[in-house]
């Protein structure tokens, strides 16, 4: 997994604590930078109002001034939330220009250098919501003290090319850094949003750069495998986890060519019984219907399997086989009829391919 390992139901969200997205902390860092760079008075806390009227305090953890220019950080704090950015200090540096606000990338803030993302490229990876809430806070505290709104804001995390190495930016076509995220302000614990909506990025990016074929795979074995047998590039390797629903739902009205589906014999069986997360959570394989199937083409009893793994070391590969075309036959409905050509591959643990259907 990379920026989530888990996502856990909505009940579970309410008893865990929520925390603020990197866009949030950016915004407060702005507001406190910009009171010291016009008042001269240095913040020890920031409060700032978010779309759905949650109003933060941020504690400032660093604080820098010049004769030009004020640098403001704040850690970010995910809450309950396994977020990799947790404890990354987000700074902004603020200095007055002529004319416009300008949003550059500081060390650890990454660059757009493919198309398909909602930032141009050649721009800091900093997305429309995040710039839209700096933009509001500047222009509403230069009201405060009667300052034109031109300003320069660099946001740099330091450490941050690192943390990004365990994130899906470089596949997306974010190089050098992380992303300035978020559109509410919060972050959800566990929430399943954020890794849907990376999984939409993926697929923009990959409509994009005219990439044909891509691919969505429940775990790191299988995409290495499929990727290996299609010989594909990282930006086609969707990083859809459980959540194949949600992949399948956007190239529904986002299409490519060709799309494959990977994953262990488990998973892609609860995707060949119509489940649209396969998380053990929310989704299980529904042995008496996989007895079914094998008994049709006599491969044994499995109606007291433990697993799908159990059942496929009853009845051998054949089963995989009959797995692998019945999810196919799911997919292809979930994408109603789409003329995206689609074929999934099963595989065991130890990479081996254990069944195909095209």
Request: charged letters at 25%.
């Amino acid at each position: 997994m990379k920026a989530y390992s888990v996502c856990m139901t909505s009940e579970t969200d309410i008893r865990l604590k929520r925390g603020w997205t990197t866009g949030a902390c950016a915004t407060a860092a702005t507001k406190a930078a910009l009171y010291s760079l016009w008042s001269n008075e240095k913040l020890d806390i920031v409060s700032i109002k978010l779309p759905k009227g949650e109003t933060p305090v941020f504690n400032i953890s660093y604080y820098e001034k010049k004769k030009k220019w004020v640098e403001v950080g704040i850690v970010k704090d995910a809450g309950d939330d396994p977020d990799v950015t947790h404890g990354a200090l987000i700074k902004v540096k603020v200095e007055e220009i002529e004319t416009g606000i300008i949003f550059c990338a500081g060390p650890g803030v990454g660059i757009v250098t493919k198309p398909g993302l909602p930032i141009l490229v050649g721009e800091p990876a900093i997305n429309p919501m995040p710039r839209k809430f700096i933009t509001e806070v500047i222009v509403e505290t230069a009201k405060v003290f009667n300052k034109s709104p031109n300003i320069k804001v660099t946001i740099s995390i330091p450490n941050g090319k690192k943390i990004a190495e365990n994130t899906w930016n470089a596949r997306l076509g974010i190089k050098h850094g992380l992303s300035i995220l978020g559109t509410t302000g919060i972050v959800r614990p566990f929430s399943c949003a954020a890794w849907i909506a990376s999984i939409h990025r993926g697929i923009d990016v990959a409509i994009a750069t005219e990439t044909n074929h891509v691919a969505g795979c429940t775990g790191s074995t299988s995409e290495a495998v499929v990727q290996s047998l299609y010989k594909l590039p990282d930006h086609a390797m969707l990083d859809m986890g459980d959540f194949s629903g949600g992949l399948l739902k956007y190239l529904r009205r986002h299409p490519v060519k060709k799309l494959t589906i990977g994953g262990g014999i488990g998973k892609i069986t609860k995707l060949a019984q119509g489940a649209k997360d396969l998380h053990s959570r929310r989704s299980q394989v529904n042995f008496d219907i996989l007895n079914d199937w094998s008994s049709e083409y006599e491969l044994g009893d499995v109606s007291n399997a433990n697993t799908a793994l159990d059942a496929l070391e009853i009845c051998g590969p054949k089963l995989a086989e009959i797995v692998a075309v019945k999810a196919l036959s799911c997919i292809k409905i979930q994408l109603r009829q789409s003329e995206i050509v689609c074929d999934v591959v099963v595989v065991d643990r130890a990479g081996k391919i254990m069944g195909r259907a095209s």
